[in-house]
């Protein structure tokens, strides 16, 4: 699962799929079928989803704001992304140049608070 913002319309973006190759359609119905019309990559940006769910059951995905209690009594703000080197999701925080991996067992511990493209609340 994945969602998209469209960078110059400053919106999410409904009705879009991917090929093999990543690219981005938007599929628009009609009567005589799906037509999918292509979508320029450098307009849109693609946030993909990982089977993670946070304490109130809403998905994660890339791009992601979480609030995360890391320790009995701290709690950080930290953006979603996938690091390469370690093959796994995390939570960057930006503040403290700190990282938390995210994983099944943490879920009750992360709450999406916002987006890269909507902001987040404190």
């Known amino acids: 699962m994945y969602r998209v913002f469209d960078k110059k319309r400053k919106q999410w973006v409904d009705n879009i799929v991917k090929d093999a190759q990543d690219d981005l359609y938007k599929v628009k119905k009609s009567i ?3 037509k999918l019309t292509y979508l320029d990559q450098d307009e849109y940006v693609c946030h993909n989803a990982f089977d ?19 320790d009995k009594d701290k709690v950080v703000i930290g953006l979603v992304a996938f690091v390469n080197d370690l093959s796994a999701y995390v939570i960057l925080v930006e503040s403290t140049q700190e990282f938390f ?19 987040y609340e404190k």
Do not use: M
């Not at 993670?52 to 890391?70: S, T």
């Not at 991996?101 to 902001?119: C, K, M, R, W």
């Open 32 to 34: 005589f079928g799906d």
């Open 52 to 70: 993670l769910y946070d304490k109130n059951n809403i998905q994660v995905f890339e791009g992601d704001y979480l609030r995360a209690e890391v």
């Open 101 to 119: 991996t995210l994983g099944s067992e943490t879920t009750e511990y992360i709450e999406v608070v916002g987006n890269v493209f909507d902001g």
